[in-house]
């Protein structure tokens, strides 16, 4: 059996590995990837957030959210459901188009929209068969729709994938 890495050695790999998303509005950093646990099973969506951070924001972790602890982690890798930083970024900059959610539509290479209705944390997604992250060719929140949207088309649409929270201490 391998040694555990220390929480120091997580965090660095992290960072390495690993782009931060800012969401400028709640004023937070996110690590959105992907984590392999020392039991063998891996959670392709866990956000990495400084623990402060966290409880400032929400305060204590409910016990609805998914959490998985540091010290279950062996390695840390890219999420392949991860929507790419400058789109995520797009998003986060205009904020929640409604209460603890976000509207918003992404626009594939082939012309093909999206339409996504989806909590507060939006990096990552479910696209429909056929379809991979790099085939994103631009991302528009709700706020920059034109006024005769067919607004259930996000009612109707995708959401986000489920996620796991990991905080981290002197992220």
């Known amino acids: 059996m391998k040694p555990k890495k220390t929480k120091e050695e997580l965090i660095r790999e992290l960072k ?3 782009e931060l998303t800012m969401d400028r509005n709640l004023h937070v950093v996110y690590y959105p990837c992907s984590v392999k646990l020392y039991d063998g099973r891996t959670l392709d969506c866990v956000y990495f957030i400084d623990k402060r951070e966290y409880i400032d924001v929400w305060g204590d972790a409910p016990k609805s959210r998914h959490f998985v602890d540091v010290s279950e982690i062996e390695s840390i890798h890219e999420s392949k459901y991860r929507l790419p930083k400058e789109f995520a970024e797009k998003i986060y900059e205009k904020g929640q188009s409604f209460y603890s959610g976000v509207k918003f539509v992404l626009v594939m290479r082939d012309g093909k929209r999206l339409y996504y209705m ?15 992250i790099n085939d994103i060719k631009d991302a528009i929140h709700s706020f920059d729709m034109p006024r005769d949207t067919d607004w259930d088309l996000f009612e109707k649409g995708y959401k986000n994938k489920k996620y796991y929270w990991c905080l981290a201490e002197n992220l």
């Not at 989806?118 to 991979?132: K, M, R």
């Open 16 to 18: 390495k590995k690993i």
């Open 118 to 132: 989806t909590g507060g944390a939006i990096d990552f997604i479910e696209l429909p068969e056929g379809y991979i």
